[in-house]
């Protein structure tokens, strides 16, 4: 598995984030660490609790689904998948090669990802139809407070 990322500035704010890509074999137990990577970049974009929460969840699907598909389709490729975060939006992608394998037949996993991610897209990748699934979350704006600090 490769990780990569670029070094971050000071800041007080959320600074831009990524691209963070990492690339693994299509196997069930990488699928943790995307997991972990992408929930560390929720929590440094500013996202809230139960937000950081749905990343970890719908990132666990999204990947969960390219691997079940690289495997159905026998394919050696790695899946990738691709971070980023500006403004407030984080977005993670996954892509796999596994062409038109299984596209129908994951119904339950896309229900949860539509139910955990503001946004939820899954088009054509390299191998073919549903081979990238795009996630995106916003972060709640903050809400004003008073002089107290206390919210208003």
Do not use: K, Y
Not at 3 to 9: E, L, S
Not at 37 to 51: N, Y
Request: one cysteine or more.
């Amino acid at each position: 598995m490769a990780v990569t990322a670029p070094a971050d500035g000071p800041s007080s704010a959320p600074a831009p984030l990524g691209p963070v890509v990492l690339r693994f074999s299509s196997l069930p137990e990488h699928v943790r660490i995307a997991r972990l990577v992408t929930t560390s970049l929720a929590r440094r974009a500013g996202l809230a609790g139960g937000d950081v929460e749905g990343v970890r969840l719908a990132v666990g699907e999204a990947c969960g689904r390219a691997v079940q598909r690289s495997e159905s389709a026998g394919t050696a490729e790695l899946v990738e998948v691709t971070a980023t975060s500006r403004g407030g939006v984080l977005v993670v992608e996954v892509v796999d090669h596994a062409g038109d394998d299984g596209v129908e037949t994951e119904e339950v996993a896309m229900l949860l990802m539509e139910g955990l991610a503001d946004e939820v897209s899954v088009t054509a990748g390299p191998g073919g139809p549903g081979g990238t699934t795009r996630l995106t979350w916003r972060a709640a704006p903050s809400r004003p407070t008073t002089a107290a600090g206390a919210p208003s």
